[in-house]
């Protein structure tokens, strides 16, 4: 059974720092787009960034220049870097892997951003 794991979520003040792991098993994300999405209470579930299987990556307008998507194909994981998170930022935070019609989920990890 696939899974992906996600950690590293927490409580953080405004202008920190959080970084998130995705651990995939049971696939091998080198062939996969992968992305990070997250949900807010009461909003809809947006995505935040993707990187591809060749290392291209894309934000949201929202996390430009604050987040960076990286993978690593040899630990079969994928990070998210956030720095001078939000308030906004506030949100459970997904993973997901998407190749042809397959696609994956994570059970997210809980960011939260408050002083």
Do not use: H
Not at 7 to 32: D, E, F, K, T
Not at 50 to 61: E, L, Q, R, V
Not at 97 to 113: E, H, I, M, P, R
Request: charged share 15%; with cysteine.
């Amino acid at each position: 059974q696939v899974q992906l794991v996600e950690s590293g979520g927490g409580l953080v003040q405004p202008g920190g720092s959080l970084r998130l792991s995705c651990a995939a098993s049971r696939i091998a994300i080198s062939i996969y787009t992968m992305a990070w999405y997250r949900q807010a209470p009461g909003k809809q579930r947006e995505l935040v960034a993707t990187i591809t299987s060749g290392g291209s990556t894309n934000y949201a307008d929202s996390v430009k220049g604050r987040f960076t998507i990286s993978r690593d194909n040899a630990k079969n994981t994928m990070s998210l870097q956030m720095n001078s998170l939000k308030p906004e930022d506030t949100a459970v935070y997904y993973c997901n892997a998407k190749w042809t019609a397959l696609g994956y989920w994570g059970q997210g990890t809980q960011v939260t951003v408050s002083s």
